[in-house]
């Protein structure tokens, strides 16, 4: 089946470091492929997301490229601060039948920004 | 507005109770998910539900039943709690998934489920 793996953690950076978190998918078709963000206490919210291959998704100075060669959607920031400390989650979209759609999440990476 | 919202935010109970989660949208969307967060915040679909359909269940002990009075709203009912059900439980909501473009789903805040 379909499935995603990330970078596994904790990542723990200072203040103004530059961050790649790494995911990468097995699927059959194109699915979409997302980041979701789950900041302490709270649920999981949309980060960026990219539909198909080469787009790039970007968000609050996030950035990932929906690389179909590699089967990757690593994920970027030039500079981080101190409230991006949260679960970062990659996800793929795998269509079912009459309307819904699952999505497949990787194991989430924890990072830490230091000031 | 809170566009998903779950109730109750916590909730602690005993092995063997039964007990409910609701969840509501009001983002006019037509499918509805519930997810379960283990403690090592690895995340799973349960279920997903379009226009009070059942469309997706993924292998969940039957003492798990998802109930959709209409659209806007997706109930999680569980019977004889055991310990292994503890977990964060989520609840989403997207539009149908088109032409093959997969849609946002939008998550609730979370019920942090703790079984004793």
């Known amino acids: 089946g379909n499935s995603v793996t990330q970078m596994e953690g904790p990542v723990t950076l200072s203040e103004e470091a530059f961050l790649t978190i790494n995911c990468t998918y097995t699927a059959t078709g194109y699915p979409s492929l997302f980041w979701y963000v789950q900041y302490p206490g709270e649920g999981l919210q949309l980060l960026l997301k990219a539909t198909k291959a080469d787009d790039k998704g970007s968000n609050k100075g996030f950035e990932a490229t929906y690389r179909k060669e590699t089967t990757s959607f690593h994920l970027e920031k030039g500079s981080v601060q101190v409230s991006d400390s949260a679960v970062y989650f990659c996800a793929l979209s795998d269509h079912m039948d009459r309307g819904a759609q699952k999505l497949v999440f990787g194991q989430g990476t924890r990072l830490t920004i230091n000031p | ?100 473009v997969a849609d946002t789903q939008y998550f609730g805040p979370g019920t942090r489920l703790t079984v004793l």
């Open chain 2, 1 to 100: 507005d809170t566009a998903v919202s779950q109730t109750p935010k916590y909730l602690v109970t005993q092995m063997g109770n039964d007990k409910s989660i609701k969840c509501e949208q009001n983002l006019g969307h037509d499918t509805m998910y519930w997810y379960k967060q283990d403690s090592k915040k690895f995340l799973k679909i349960m279920f997903s539900y379009n226009n009070k359909e059942l469309i997706i269940n993924e292998t969940v002990p039957n003492r798990f039943s998802p109930k959709s009075p209409d659209k806007a709203h997706l109930n999680l009912h569980i019977n004889s709690l055991e310990l292994g059900d503890s977990a964060v439980y989520f609840c989403a909501s997207s539009q149908e998934f088109l032409a093959g």
